[in-house]
């Protein structure tokens, strides 16, 4: 089993930068993908950003593309996603995921294409 923990949300006002983190533990060897998420109330969780050991590829949706960097430190097991110039509509529940497939021929990261989810992390864009 892998856990996954978010840390770092918080409030920030628009046009400014945060940077959340993701921490796996437990089996984290059989990683293989690894995915950015955020889901805003009553609306579906939108992949984000993805990073994909098959191949060694990066994905980002284009509604972040250029904003967003998703990076990982294989050392402390760590993913993180650092967010610029961010914008009011960034607002919602970011959730990290991951999968011990290593996504070759994906692209954006779909929800059903991965099996591990941390709890969240609740980031807030002020304008």
């Known amino acids: 089993q892998v856990q996954l923990v978010e840390s770092g949300g918080g409030s920030v006002q628009a046009g400014g930068s945060l940077s959340i983190s993701c921490a796996a533990s437990g089996a984290t060897w059989i990683i293989k993908s690894m995915a950015w998420f955020r889901q805003a109330p009553g609306k579906e969780r939108e992949g984000l950003a993805g990073?994909?050991?098959?191949?060694?590829?990066?994905f980002y949706a284009d509604s972040v593309k250029g904003r967003f960097t998703i990076s990982q430190d294989n050392a402390k097991n760590t993913m993180y996603l650092q967010m610029n110039s961010l914008k009011p509509e960034d607002t919602p529940m970011y959730y990290c995921?991951?999968?011990?497939?290593?996504?070759?021929?994906?692209?954006?990261?779909?929800?059903?294409?991965?099996?591990?989810w941390g709890q969240g992390a609740q980031v807030t864009v002020a304008s």
């Open positions: 990073i994909y050991f098959g191949g060694g590829r990066t």
């Open positions: 995921a991951a999968d011990p497939r290593n996504g070759v021929g994906w692209t954006a990261p779909r929800e059903a294409d991965f099996r591990y």
